[in-house]
């Protein structure tokens, strides 16, 4: 059975710290950049950073489990992979729980975040309502486990995935509603209620800020039917890897 906390201590000592501060800082500055680019072109920078906050929390938090993903790479090629396919259960338990890993990493990255937001805006995020916020919470981080569980197989293929690893963390996070669609023009919103990943990413803007684009307990429940359906497809997706990998012996990018 695999530790949570044994993980994240042997993810924590593969971490080059320098390389983790500068995580930190840049995207620190993604935030100072948009909001000084907001307050620019004459845009109340307070109250935009009120709807973008949670959204670049987002980001930091699937960034940090796309690339941790991506680096299951490094295992293929220093052997360690072919010791993790003892079992289809126990390989997608250790694919999780490194993916959980990765979402706990990414705290020091929000934790400066929220320092910075009260620095520029005296005061804390908004939190407008708490409980939905938990409930949204769960479904985002557990759904994006699943999400970059079925990514780390995905990348498998690629000798270097680093452009696949680029495109998958923006991209996953936009079609979600990093940028809340309630900021959104109503004609362009009413396209995201069409994206499955909007009801697992969504709510968590929508329950901070307090504004949603439909009901939320409608759609806090569709995100726990996606989310579950996530994670059967993680769960096909490990399978399946296992069964290719144990018939050609090679992972993809060998």
Known sequence: MFSLAREFWLAWRSRRLLYYIINLVVNALWVIVLLLAIAWYGGEAAVAARFIFWGFVVLAIFSQLTWGA????NYIKSGVADYLIASPADFHKYLITTSLVSAALALPAVAAQIALYYILFGDLPPLAQPLYFIIALFIFITSA?????????????WRNPGLAANILQWTIPLSGGMIPPTAMPPEVAHWLLYSPLHYVIAPLIYSATGSWLGDPVKTLGLGVVITACLYAFSLYIARGA????R?????GSE
């Open 70 to 73: 991506a680096g299951f790479n």
């Open 145 to 157: 486990t699943c999400i970059t569980t079925a990514a780390t197989l995905f990348f498998t293929r």
């Open 242 to 245: 296992l069964r290719r990998v």
């Open 247 to 251: 018939a050609t012996g090679k992972w």
